[in-house]
């Protein structure tokens, strides 16, 4: 975190895309409906929560192992829990940051509406989804060199948000999206978000299907890091 702070851009740039997104679509386009306002704000925070952390975990992780320091910090007697674990709560932190503007603009420029109950929900849920991008930039950024995980976690990104139905409303998308989003770690995370802060039901499918991506994608990102161990080591 304290290295992250050094660049101030990098913490500024993973706020202002999601900034800019409720500010071009959400605000002029549904701002003033508080049903779909709340469903589009809830829907740009899970685009938020996968674009920061598929970028700083992918991207960045790639970057932190050709630094120096790496082999070092590997030479300790700790294994991969406490490094993942130590990841995990810095990009809780720093997604936090990237969220604030999210939920100011849609306080103080649309008609969004949370009880507080609904706002607290919200919050832990966000926490929740966020854990199969993590894992997901993890696996990435131990799997590839820092140039080729910025072009996987690009083509990753917009084939996830459009097929876990990011850009619509519930129920507005195409029929073999809304087929097959539930299933997908996009489409899971941002129906529990609906969930969170509206009448939208609760998928049991879609809370099943999250947490086999957590268990798969955990599964990838501790046999990367291992791989890469080894690779190391030998």
């Known amino acids: 975190m304290i290295e992250t702070a050094r660049t101030p851009i990098a913490v500024?740039?993973?706020?202002?895309?999601?900034?800019?997104?409720?500010?071009a679509f959400v605000v002029p386009f549904v701002g003033s409906d508080p049903v779909y306002a709340t469903y589009a704000t809830a829907s740009m925070i899970t685009f938020a929560v996968m674009s920061t952390n598929l970028f700083q975990y992918g991207v960045g992780v790639a970057e932190d192992r050709v630094q120096p320091w790496e082999p070092y910090v590997r030479s300790l007697p700790t294994g991969a829990?406490?490094?993942?674990?130590?990841?995990l709560l810095s990009g809780f932190a720093l997604m936090a940051f990237s969220l604030l503007p999210v939920?100011?603009?849609?306080?103080?420029?649309?008609?969004?509406?949370?009880?507080?109950?609904?706002?607290?929900?919200?919050?832990v849920v966000t926490f929740i989804i966020s854990v199969p991008f993590i894992l997901m930039g993890l696996a990435i950024g131990y799997s590839v060199p820092p140039k080729a995980a910025v072009?996987?976690?690009?083509?990753?990104?917009?084939?996830?948000?459009?097929?876990?139905?990011?850009m619509t409303a519930p129920g507005g998308a195409p029929g073999f999206v809304e087929d097959l989003a539930p299933y997908l770690p996009t489409g899971a995370s941002v129906r529990l978000m609906w969930a969170a802060v509206?009448?939208?039901?609760v998928e049991i499918r879609s809370i099943l299907s999250l947490i086999a991506w957590i268990v798969v994608l955990g599964g990838v990102a501790l046999w990367a890091y291992r791989r890469d161990e080894g690779r190391r080591f030998s």
């Open 151 to 166: 072009v996987v976690a690009q083509v990753l990104f917009f084939p996830l948000a459009f097929a876990g139905g990011l």
């Open 12 to 23: 500024i740039g993973s706020a202002f895309w999601p900034a800019a997104s409720m500010l």
């Open 198 to 201: 509206g009448d939208y039901p």
């Open 103 to 123: 939920v100011l603009i849609a306080w103080l420029c649309t008609a969004a509406t949370l009880s507080p109950l609904s706002f607290l929900t919200a919050v």
């Open 81 to 87: 829990l406490p490094r993942f674990a130590g990841r």
